[in-house]
């Protein structure tokens, strides 16, 4: 007998669950990479995402990579999985915005276990004897839960996430599952969890439980340029878009932009998408038309307006007022060495300004929805 859950079964959940546990090896290519990342926005007095973590673990095929200006190993295609177990190098990223200033927590390289049973270990022993790096293993705590613990000089993590199981977006989501002789996608996103645990930050020790997203990307095609929007507001609502495009940004190695702001935005979309979620079992609100567009500031960041709409009549429009910036950037060899690919992930931590839209009958701005926050990912180049 199946439980019933408002949305979807518990063995349709379970199923979808269980995938990621799995880097789907059957599909993978010369330039295929592997994600798993957790992005969390604690709750305060002005609602969640002021202060923003990340963690994450991210492998890509090669003799050697470069992540983040360190060397390791590539995932190799003909590796050996017996028994459930898939293990390869990987790099262990960690970072925290105070709100105000970005700490880079976590960059470690290890030799990372996954296994079939439920769950990945990625940690590399220290002169010291203690491991830095990170997990992610199944949790009995809630339905479905998924526990992680991340260590890094000077500090820890160990948290809880998990989801209602109401809606879509409150449980795991098989969002992608394309496979092709030239390459594809499988993707699992959990884009509205809670979450709960302890956190050793610049500051102190902390308590802290909030919003969080997670994902599972098997990416079996080469890395490449997008653009996307994850925001919270207080209620637990959240808002999202994304936006792949090309654009002159594609030969962009390091961290910079054009001379001129309209060089800068003249790109092309390869497809728009964006969607808000209700913090309730309902219906996502989807967008068929979207827009994320930089504008420069006075400072090292540019700012961006993001405008979705659809037919029906529904739209949000916003400044991602962007209050800080870090990078996740991957150098990969090819021609034997005598070339490098290069692909770079920046993401912002916004405050939404100048928040004006409709969704149905609900008039959506500052008055009836409280502060909005946000990350916003910016990536170009490409990794072949």
């Not at 022993?125 to 293993?137: F, K, L, S, T, V």
Request: hydrophobic content about 40%.
């Amino acid at each position: 007998m199946t439980e019933k859950t408002t949305y979807k079964t518990m063995a349709e959940h379970q199923r979808v669950y269980d995938l990621i546990w799995s880097q789907m090896p059957q599909m993978q290519k010369r330039t295929s990479s592997s994600w798993w990342f957790f992005l969390l926005f604690p709750q305060d007095e002005a609602g969640y995402g002021r202060r923003q973590l990340m963690f994450s673990l991210a492998a890509r095929v090669g003799e050697r990579i470069r992540v983040n200006d360190v060397w390791l190993p590539g995932l190799d295609l003909q590796r050996p999985i017996e028994n459930g177990i898939d293990q390869f190098h990987a790099m262990n990223v960690g970072w925290y915005f105070d709100g105000a200033q970005i700490h880079k927590m976590l960059k470690q390289p290890a030799l990372t276990t996954l296994d079939a049973a439920g769950s990945i270990t990625s940690w590399s022993e220290q002169a010291d004897g203690r491991p830095y790096g990170g997990e992610i293993h199944a949790s009995q705590s809630h339905p479905l839960a998924l526990a992680s613990s991340w260590r890094w000089p000077g500090g820890k993590a160990n948290f809880e996430a998990w989801g209602e199981l109401f809606s879509l977006d409150s449980s795991p989501h098989e969002s992608l599952n394309i496979d092709t002789f030239l390459g594809g996608t499988h993707f699992i996103a959990w884009r509205q969890m809670q979450f709960k645990g302890e956190f050793d930050l610049p500051a102190g020790r902390e308590t802290l439980e909030g919003i969080g997203y997670f994902q599972r990307v098997c990416l079996n095609v080469p890395t490449f340029p997008w653009k996307w929007v994850w925001a919270v507001f207080p209620d637990g609502s959240i808002f999202s878009a994304y936006i792949p495009y090309v654009g002159r940004q594609l030969f962009r190695k390091g961290y910079s932009f054009f001379n001129s702001e309209k060089q800068e935005q003249r790109t092309i979309p390869l497809g728009q998408a964006g969607f808000w979620a209700w913090y309730r079992p309902s219906e996502r609100i989807l967008f068929n038309k979207a827009a994320v567009t930089p504008f420069f500031t006075d400072g090292p960041h540019p700012d961006f307006v993001v405008e979705v709409s659809n037919k029906q009549g529904d739209f949000l429009q916003f400044r991602a007022d962007v209050r800080g910036h870090t990078r996740f950037y991957i150098d990969r060899p090819v021609l034997g060495g005598r070339k490098e690919t290069h692909w770079s992930y920046n993401e912002y931590m916004f405050r939404m300004q100048a928040l004006d839209g409709r969704i149905g009958d609900k008039t959506i701005n500052k008055e009836t929805m409280g502060q909005g926050f946000g990350n916003l990912e910016y990536s170009w180049g490409l990794g072949l």
